[in-house]
């Protein structure tokens, strides 16, 4: 479709943000004309479905050691310095900010309004500051487009600046090396320098709302997908990269409230984004056809390559990266709810990827259980995922997004605890990996089996069924699921050797309380009660 005419932005606001008022600057450029630019700088080209492809160049991915927080008297207190809350002095910032805005005075520059959070009660205006068009496509894409109206009294909560060929020298500007973000609650700015990564951008938001929305406001931030059935009912589910996230959330009889970060208010969940980032490695029509589909023009295609000859994707290529990634509005998506918003969740699904084959396909939690396991978030990877990995290797991420959460885990996990039992949410732990052993021995649960098992929770199908108690993790499990064999929802009775499978259960369950110790110190009594038994 033709694009329209861009609203006008008064050189009062360059002045405000200490750029030259005659800056060459481009505001609120259509998805069509961004492309265009991208294609005409040599920055980027289109496949054959009319996407537009682009490299980000050195970083493929989020540097979290480079990720900072300044430390002021606003957060000195109330952040979780770790190994991903980096503190960073002020003078550093101060200096960088500078630096950077000098930087892009001489530049011709994109800027765009825009806000994140669906629910207006909750609503952040962003203002980002790009160097180059396609990352203000990025941003496009993934936060919420205001209207031609909106935009006349527009005035931003929060700045983006986001410049990826300035560096700083880490030996003058505090920094680990040449690229970093940087986020100021104090001054309401994220830096980012040094990598064109995009994810940067939305990472960066993300980490602003943990930290504004749970203080603040009394909203639980969540990294998770969210989805909602024909009869009104939210369902959200956490889970790791490779757990089965975007694809057990899509389901084409549900609609999709969004795909990775969502609040929960005291009666509602809402989409903090205004579109999707989604992998796209080993990508199929087959497997994924809402995000196969979505790959048309407006569509950012980060860091694939082509079948050689042609402008067609190698979606089996890891030539560049692993991490190959696509951003889209929310609304390529065919089941997309157009309010981003759902009532208060009826069920909770906790999706691990389990590699040693211990958990069950599917089990009820209890409250402390479910707090337990949400400040665990626990994954395996598989060998061959990644350099050096020749067995099972446990992982965890607290609240399955720990580089995005400036808080305790803690804290999150008792404002769960407490929405869950307000409101009688059922929580279920997903296994979407291995059975019958680990893997190289077992073998990976049918994903038609993990949709039955899904179906039937949401359905309430599994209210009336009698369950057991597992001995060392104590969740629930079902001893009958329709469309699910019976033998396979005890994973103990799946293995050839019962006392092998004791073992590594054990094993496992002393890996989740090693992780746990680091925690202990900022949680209640009521989680730690739901510790594994060994």
Request: hydrophobic fraction near 40%; proline fraction near 6%.
């Amino acid at each position: 479709m033709p694009f329209k005419t861009a609203p006008a932005i008064s050189s009062n606001v360059l002045i405000s943000m200490g750029l030259p008022k005659d800056q060459h600057f481009h505001y609120q450029l259509s998805p069509e004309e961004l492309m265009k630019q991208t294609v005409q700088r040599g920055e980027g080209v289109l496949n054959d479905t009319g996407a537009l492809i682009i490299t980000t160049g050195e970083f493929t991915g989020r540097s979290p050691d480079d990720k900072f927080i300044v430390q002021d008297d606003l957060t000195a207190n109330t952040v979780d310095w770790n190994s991903f809350n980096n503190p960073i002095d002020a003078k550093y910032f101060n200096q960088l900010h500078a630096k950077m805005i000098a930087w892009l005075g001489s530049k011709e520059i994109w800027i765009r309004d825009s806000y994140v959070c669906a629910d207006p009660l909750y609503r952040l205006n962003i203002r980002v500051i790009n160097e180059n068009p396609w990352s203000n496509l990025f941003a496009y894409n993934m936060f919420l487009r205001p209207g031609d109206s909106s935009l006349k009294n527009f005035t931003p909560d929060w700045h983006i600046i986001h410049a990826p060929d300035f560096k700083a020298d880490p030996l003058v500007d505090g920094t680990r090396q040449t690229n970093f973000t940087i986020v100021s609650f104090t001054q309401k700015t994220i830096l980012i320098g040094g990598s064109a990564y995009t994810g940067e951008i939305k990472k960066g938001i993300f980490s602003v709302l943990n930290y504004l929305l749970p203080n603040n406001k009394g909203v639980l931030s969540m990294h998770c997908a969210a989805n909602v059935g024909q009869a009104g009912d939210t369902a959200i589910f956490f889970g790791l990269s490779g757990t089965g996230k975007t694809t057990l959330s899509a389901d084409p009889d549900r609609y999709l409230i969004g795909d990775d970060e969502h609040g929960w208010t005291s009666d509602a969940v809402f989409n903090f984004e205004g579109g999707c980032y989604a992998k796209t490695i080993d990508l199929s029509e087959e497997k994924e056809p809402e995000i196969f589909n979505a790959i048309r023009p407006g569509a950012l295609v980060e860091n694939v390559t082509f079948i050689e000859g042609t402008n067609r994707i190698d979606f089996g290529s890891k030539k560049i990266t692993q991490n190959t990634r696509v951003s889209y509005p929310l609304h390529f998506i065919s089941n997309a709810l157009e309010t981003s918003m759902g009532k208060t969740p009826k069920n909770i699904f906790f999706l691990t990827c389990d590699s040693y084959g211990i958990l069950p396909p599917i089990s009820k939690l209890t409250a402390s259980q479910a707090m337990y396991s949400f400040i665990s978030g626990y994954t395996a990877k598989i060998a061959g995922t990644e350099t050096g990995i020749t067995e099972p290797k446990a992982t965890f991420s607290a609240c399955f997004g720990a580089p995005f959460l400036p808080l305790h885990p803690g804290k999150y996990a008792a404002m769960l605890g407490e929405k869950i039992n307000a409101n009688n949410v059922t929580v279920w732990m997903i296994n979407t990996g291995w059975s019958g052993g680990p893997y190289g021995i077992g073998k990976r649960i049918k994903l038609a089996y993990t949709r039955a098992m899904i179906t039937a929770a949401l359905e309430g199908k599994l209210v009336d069924v009698c369950f057991i108690e597992h001995p060392i993790f104590g969740m629930m499990m079902p001893v009958s699921c329709a469309g699910v064999p019976p033998e396979i929802l005890n994973t103990e009775n799946t293995w050839a050797n019962k006392a092998d499978y004791v073992i590594k259960a054990k094993q496992l369950a002393q890996l989740f309380i090693a992780n746990f110790e680091k925690y202990k110190p900022g949680v209640s009594e009521e989680i730690l009660a739901a510790t594994p038994k060994i």
